[in-house]
């Protein structure tokens, strides 16, 4: 049987970070992986998860099974950290999963399973793995134009274009904020205007949002998530905690199903718990019991959102260094978007040969399309990344 496997397709970002690995270079700067960094370098464990792991090391007193959606209390905090009062609790299904990425598995197999020919569109570009399952579950993808190359924002009259051509039943991926890889987000009037598009065409819309608090604040960053979901028929919502509370290795998220008819909740929560009995039973809890402790304690809720709020600034402060940077040593404002960008990530717009030319000459990583995180940078490493952009003809 083994010998009738092939061989898969390399990840290129973990590629890339074997590479760095291998690097024996003192100065390499690694703005490849998808992992929030402080100016030191470090992925810090924030200090009200820490606070609830100690709580909860002395509160808990069993490690059986929770259930097949995991705990209910997780499913409301975060149902109402994304969504707040836009929706009545009744009308939204929710199952824990194992962190974003197992949420947004789930989501693509319940599409599947509710309807077979249903196809899913997706931004140019979007996160891979977006492909990599959809692929992989043999879902029909079609991309949608997005990111403007020459502007560093969104094409949106080419996005509503090519979802005009979506049909009824076809799902519509969208990045709920922080756009990844780009960076690039639509603003509230576009969000509208996409929303009556879809409602007119009967498409179903499904948000991936996995960066709340990264952008503009933890409210301003959902509130395109809580119109969708308040202003169309049905939503589906992939939501992850690693990046805002930092507990990447804990694989945390959650999937919401939300319905304007309520009626439909008791079958579809039903729907979701069957998914998660045959993917892997029963999810994860250490650390989706962290954040309902977080998120239902006032003092640590505050001070999470305290610690949120100055990593909100600091990549924002790190942008707009690098932006003025380049436009100092470059003497035009051909980079000015990466001040506008939200979240971790912004692609530069570097052809493929200057990105291996920093990676060769300056032992700088970056994916090959350009894109970098923010985060992986402080305040000493940005002059020198925009200085190699430059002189590698960037």
């Known amino acids: ?13 973990l590629a890339l970070l074997a590479l760095y690995r291998d690097d024996p270079r003192d100065t390499k700067i690694d703005l490849g992986v998808g992992v929030y960094k402080n100016a030191e370098g470090v992925t810090p464990i924030m200090r009200a998860v820490k606070e609830a792991e100690r709580r909860w090391w002395d509160a808990e007193e069993t490690k059986a099974y929770i259930g097949l959606a995991g705990d209910p209390q997780f499913s409301d905090v975060m149902i109402n950290l994304v969504l707040a009062d836009a929706v009545k609790r009744n009308q939204v299904a929710a199952v824990a999963t194992p962190g974003g990425t197992g949420a947004v598995r789930q989501a693509f197999e319940l599409i599947k399973m509710a309807n077979p020919s249903a196809r899913v569109f997706v931004s140019n570009p979007t996160w891979p793995n977006h492909l990599s399952i959809l692929k992989h579950l043999n879902v029909e993808a079609v991309t949608y134009r997005y990111f403007d190359e020459a502007t560093g924002g ?56 996995a960066y709340q608090g990264f952008g503009d604040g933890v409210d301003e960053d959902a509130a395109a998530t809580r119109l969708v979901a308040s202003s169309c028929p049905e939503t589906l919502i992939a939501a992850s905690c690693s990046k805002n509370f930092g ?23 039903g729907n979701l718990a069957y998914l ?74 570097l052809s493929p040969e200057i990105v291996e030319r920093l990676r060769a000459d300056y032992a700088i990583y970056m994916v090959g399309d350009s894109r970098i995180n923010v985060a992986g940078l402080n305040a000493q490493t940005v002059p020198v990344l925009a200085r190699a952009i430059i002189e590698a003809g960037g």
């Open 247 to 269: 507990i990447y290795r804990e694989r945390t998220g959650l999937l919401v199903a939300v319905s304007q008819d309520a009626s439909a909740q008791a079958t579809t929560q």
């Open 154 to 209: 969104v094409d949106f009259d080419g996005m509503v274009e090519d979802l005009s051509g979506a049909q009824a039943g076809d799902v519509v991926l969208l990045h709920g904020c922080c756009h990844n890889p780009t960076g690039a987000n639509l603003t509230l009037p576009q969000w509208q205007a996409v929303v009556d598009l879809m409602n007119s065409k009967g498409l179903i819309p499904m948000v991936d949002i």
């Open 276 to 349: 998660n009995r045959q993917n892997y039973s029963f999810p994860p809890d250490h650390g989706s019991r962290l954040v309902t402790l977080v998120l239902s304690d006032d003092a640590l809720r505050a001070d999470w959102l305290e610690e949120l709020e100055a990593t909100r600034l600091g990549m924002l402060s790190l942008r707009q260094q690098l932006a003025n940077e380049l436009r100092t040593l470059s003497n035009s404002d051909r980079f000015g978007f990466v001040a506008q960008h939200r979240g971790m990530f912004s692609r530069l717009g």
């Open 1 to 13: 049987m083994f010998n009738t496997l092939t061989q898969q397709p390399a990840d290129k970002i």
